[in-house]
């Protein structure tokens, strides 16, 4: 199925690449090459100010932490269909997944039908979804999950479907009666015209429609969403597809580490309703390897990054299983505070990142991309425990310990991570770490 994903995205990567053109065009070379995070603002409509505190409110709640599903397109491309959806949903209650927190089982491009219809409006394609996105979200609705949907802001989406250009009151209205929970919306065929006020238009239907809709913002980072997007949206993408940064050819490790290195820079603009979005997990697609699969789940949970899984949750091996319904990680990807951690050390392959948790504990990553085993450390001072004691929880071997030490270290496997949440310990003596 893979294979036919990568052919049908060819004028996905296509639009993404005129989009990166047109993005060196419209800034100077400098600026392209220069931390995201110290990106010049683009130009386009002023970014509104002054917003309610009740509309403020309105916008956490719709996504208060990030959100967890499915979305498929690397796995199945143009291959979803009715069966396919429904065989899903009831896969992420049966292996537990829902449980866990996945409740969005996401559509991408190719589910409406090639015409609109005599009065204007998207309908589903008849061949693969004979019975219609209203049928099929009261089918998700009924397991306790929710439905997601793709629109594209152009003329046509990436796979040359209807786009919603002109249409955007309409198209919203159709989803809402239809009973969609989450819309993605792409920006292909837009003549990338500066995507802020697009996205404000969007946002603005979907406040007529009457139903809580969670956006998603999909315009490539052409137009650094995330300095505008987080008042109009839940999440947006920080980047290009995979397909853009080498997986075309085959390299998705080395893809998703640059996707990695980008999203990185952005760790300020994430907080509770509003989040950075790196792409789709690619656990399950066999494109990684399992320490691989483990150590992308491990940094979009401590990128506070959506987690949306593009893999087929109907056939997951046992291993593959075990990470996405890792609570003790989830639990940091979730965490009510909603920061970014932050990336504090970056040498030899060899990567430290911290993330301050509610709790007033803190989430600590090493990663390792060398190609040998080897030992990764952080001053205990960094997370504000310098000369105290402390519990250190490994949640990925479920072991615990205390500790008084300056230095935290772990051996660490190539391509692979070791994830610790570190909480001061009052009044209790200190246990040896197990070896």
Known sequence: MLSRSLNV?????????????????????SAVASSPAGAPTPAGAPIPTGASSSAAAAMVALAPTPPMGWNPWYEFGC?????????????IVSSGMAADGYHYVNLDDCWMAPERDANGNLQADPQTFPDGIAALASYVHELGLKLGIYLDAGTQTCMERP??????PQ?????????VDYIKVDYC???????????????QALLAAGRPIVLSVSDDAFDDPWRWAPKIASLWRTTNDYTAYGASTGNWWGAMLKIVDFNSGLYRFAHPGAWNDPDVL?????LLTVPQERSQFSLWSMMAAPLLVDGDVRTMSAATASILTN???IAVDQDRAGLQAVRISDRGGHQV???????????????????????????????????KRYTVRDLWRHRSWTSAATTIRAGVNSDDVVMLRLSVLRNRPARRQPS
């Open 353 to 387: 990142w911290l993330r301050k948790l509610a709790d007033g504990s803190h989430a600590v990553l090493f990663f390792n991309t060398d190609r040998r085993p080897g030992t990764i450390e952080m001053s205990a001072s960094r997370a504000g425990l310098a000369g």
């Open 282 to 286: 690619l656990t399950g697609t066999g």
């Open 79 to 91: 291959g979803v269909d009715e069966q396919l959806v429904e065989q899903t949903a009831q896969a």
């Open 9 to 29: 995205g060819s004028r996905r990567i296509a639009c993404g690449l005129l989009a990166l053109l047109a993005l060196a065009v419209a800034r100077p070379p």
């Open 171 to 179: 198209d919203v209205a159709t989803l809402a009666s239809w009973g």
């Open 163 to 168: 786009g919603s250009a002109a249409h955007f």
């Open 327 to 329: 609570r003790e990680v």
């Open 189 to 203: 065929y837009t003549n990338f015209i500066p995507a802020q006020p697009v996205y404000a238009a969007m946002h």
